[in-house]
Structures are given as C-alpha cells and as structure tokens.
C-alpha cells in the first residue's frame, strides 16, 4: 500500500512544521512527516521552512541571525489560526523524539549542517525511519559523505533519468510528478532500477488522489493525508 508522506505535517489544518501539523497528520493517516531543517545563529537545528521568521511566526529576519533564545521564545501558530497561539517553533531533536515509534520522518535540509543532523539521528537510532534530501548541492554532497548508509531521495527532476538517481546522486527513492507519473514506462524502468518511487502531489483533486493509488507507487509526498487516506482506503476495500 502506497505510504503517505504528510508535506510540513497536516499544513491545511495546521500551522505548517509545528507539533500541532505532525499529530493531526498521523491522525489523519500519514505514515511519514516530511520537515524542513535550519539552523539558528548559535546553531541549533530547528523545523522550519522559510529561510525568514515573517512569514510563520511573529518574528522577523533570517532565522540563520536569530539565537535559539530568540527563536525559542516565538510564536508559529498564531499567523495560522488564534486556536494554535503559542505554538513554538520545533527544536529538531525534540520533533524527531516526537515522532520516534510512531511515523517514519522524511528530512529535508534546506541550510543547516548535516554532521549535525546525522549524529542526532544515529544519537535516536532513527536511520531506518528516516530518508533525507535537499535542493542544495552542497548539502548533499555532504550527507553522502558523512551519511553514506542513510537512505537518500533524489528528484526526475534534478537527476533527469531514473538510471542516475543511484548511480550519479546515490539516492534509493526517486520523486516524481503527477505528469510524470503518467508517463508510459516511468515507474517500472524505476522500479528496475532498484528505487522506490514516491509521487509528489501538492493539490486536493480526489480523482487525482485516487489515480495515484491506483498506480500503487510506494510513496506519496502531499498536503492532504486526510484525502488519500480516503483513496488508499477504497482501493483496499477497508471504510476510511
Ligand atoms: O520532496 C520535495 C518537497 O518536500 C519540497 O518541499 O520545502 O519545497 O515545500 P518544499
Ligand atoms: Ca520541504
């Protein structure tokens, strides 16, 4: 059965990243939590999206110029609905000891440093819960250096041929789109390659919902757990 991957927890009924984001997306199905990793100016890694506080929380700037003390003392839910006043922004150690036992977590690092992220992983002994990307380059050419036995995901988009997502950026999982997706072939030259393959969907189209369920990849990486829950579920016959 396909796995869901909740984008930033359950996003549309929760402030994005937060505790509140990663219960409601267990509640609503979802076997992994996708989050985000930044670090503070004194380096500590928190789960956050944005490379500036404004947008999720009421403070401002880079959080990469704030202190943990600063960033501690922020509210992230407020911007998002009054019920979620005073959510904090997570601390990375205390979401993953969080969601240990209870989802796989899919990391993504958008500027932080990986040695970091790696030793609190292995600290955990989350690594087989766990599998890791980033847009940036250097971050995985870190991971993979330090990290070479953790599962990594790589993108058609980047690698442009399945055949490259192990050989050239060392990845087990390939992300792809609904159009792609749809591509004759693409799945099963995957699956030859030896990747797992996840679908990335960001819309609430049940239809569309379905046809990936349907097309039985191994993950799909979106902000609606609660919708494909629902598909996922008729396709097995059981009542959501
Ligand atoms: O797999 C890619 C996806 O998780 C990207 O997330 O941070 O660009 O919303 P983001
Ligand atoms: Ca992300």
Redesign the pocket.
């Known amino acids: 059965m396909t796995k869901i991957v909740s984008?930033?927890g359950a996003n549309h009924f929760a402030p994005e990243n937060t505790f509140a984001a990663a219960d409601l997306a267990l509640q609503h199905g979802a076997d992994y939590i996708?989050l985000?990793v930044r670090e503070s100016a004194d380096g500590v890694l928190y789960v956050h999206?944005d490379e500036t506080l404004d947008r999720t929380t009421n403070g401002t700037g880079p959080i990469g110029h704030a202190s943990s003390a600063e960033i501690g003392a922020l509210d992230a839910g407020s911007w998002f609905g009054e019920g979620f006043k005073g959510a904090v922004v997570p601390r990375l150690d205390a979401y993953l000891e969080h969601l240990r036992g209870r989802a796989g977590v899919?990391i993504?690092l958008?500027y932080c440093d990986p040695a970091k992220v790696v030793a609190l992983v292995r600290d955990l002994g989350m690594v087989r819960d766990t599998f890791y990307?980033s847009?940036s380059e250097e971050m995985r050419r870190d991971l993979q250096l330090i990290a070479p036995e953790f599962r990594k995901?790589m993108?058609l988009n980047i690698a442009k041929s399945p055949s490259l997502v192990g050989a050239v950026h060392h990845a087990s999982i390939i992300?792809i789109s609904v159009e792609q997706m749809r591509r004759p072939g693409i799945i099963d030259v995957s699956r030859r390659a030896g990747l797992e393959v996840m679908v990335?969907y960001g819309g609430d189209d049940p239809v569309i919902h379905r046809e990936i369920a349907d097309a039985g990849v191994d993950y799909i990486?979106l902000d609606r757990p609660d919708l494909f829950q629902a598909a996922r579920s008729a396709l097995s016959g059981v009542a959501a």
């Open positions: 984008h930033r996708e985000d999206h899919y993504e958008k990307f847009f995901m993108t992300e990335y990486n």
